[in-house]
């Protein structure tokens, strides 16, 4: 009952991802769970609004590019088969919560900087994934303490 | 370096710390950590602020009283060692944080609600948790799904 049977690793691709990563890895393993990985690459539009001054659709193709190239490592390193593997464009939280239901995940993994004080107000990732996820959500500290 | 060695179990003696307190004690034993239990009880002054009408000392006493039972019960069914359980007085947010400072643990562990909307504004203690929290958080979903 206890158990975790899918876990949901959700990462934005940096190098902390691979502290997360750590933690999702071990859990999986003594769970014997399986274990996903999600990116969600944030539209320009979403992250600036009506400050992207013009068509940046060649820029947003880089990111794109580029963020499945950096997916397609790190899911290797991890051995995460390609069908385990979620590459989605949105808005980062909803999505994640999107994937981790559709999956029937028990358990997002997710980093958190642990901010407080504005960021508190602006919302970070882990927060926002934490409010409104239908299963536990485990959010690892990275970086450096404050 | 990925393993957890000291676990703050944080809850709140509601029925719902039961489902959290499984997770802890799983947790625990597969890292074989630490398992400490901290529950903090809110002065009725801080929780109703000036709508406290009079003096609620009784009130409060057996509040306490009350959660000093509680505990005690809880702790014992944990297997928990008394010089491993706290129970504080105050804003349970901080003293949760200072709780596991203090200790040196590695993962809070607490229940969510996974409330959104007015509750993110307002702030769940999952999320007071997270937020400033020098270790790693996992909020344990409870009660029923919205």
Same mark, same amino acid.
Not at 20 to 28: G, K, Q, S
Not at 53 to 76: N, R, T, Y
């Given at each position: 009952?206890?158990?975790?049977?899918?876990?949901? !690793?959700?990462?934005? !691709?940096?190098?902390? %991802?691979?502290?997360?990563?750590?933690?999702?890895?071990? !859990?999986?393993?003594?769970?014997?769970?399986?274990?996903?990985?999600?990116?969600?690459?944030?539209?320009? &539009?979403?992250?600036?609004?009506?400050?992207?001054?013009?068509?940046? &659709?060649?820029?947003?193709?880089?990111?794109?590019?580029?963020?499945?190239?950096?997916?397609?490592?790190?899911?290797?390193?991890?051995?995460?088969?390609?069908?385990?593997?979620?590459?989605?464009?949105?808005?980062?939280? %909803?999505?994640?919560?999107?994937?981790?239901?559709?999956?029937?995940?028990?358990?997002?993994?997710?980093? &958190?900087?642990?901010?407080?004080?504005?960021?508190? !107000?602006?919302? %970070?990732?882990?927060?926002?994934?934490?409010?409104?996820? %239908?299963?536990?959500?485990?959010?690892?500290?990275?970086?450096?303490?404050?």
């Amino acid at each position: 009952m206890a158990d975790y049977k899918k876990i949901m !690793l959700a990462v934005d !691709l940096t190098e902390e %991802s691979n502290a997360v990563a750590d933690r999702a890895v071990t !859990l999986a393993r003594f769970f014997e769970a399986d274990l996903h990985l999600v990116h969600v690459i944030e539209p320009l &539009s979403l992250a600036y609004g009506g400050d992207v001054p013009m068509d940046l &659709s060649a820029v947003q193709e880089q990111i794109q590019d580029q963020a499945k190239s950096h997916m397609k490592d790190f899911g290797a390193r991890l051995e995460i088969d390609q069908t385990k593997q979620h590459l989605i464009f949105g808005r980062p939280e %909803s999505e994640i919560h999107r994937v981790a239901d559709e999956e029937g995940a028990d358990l997002i993994v997710v980093g &958190s900087h642990g901010r407080h004080g504005l960021a508190l !107000l602006l919302g %970070s990732t882990a927060n926002g994934v934490l409010h409104g996820a %239908s299963c536990d959500v485990l959010a690892v500290r990275v970086g450096k303490p404050e």
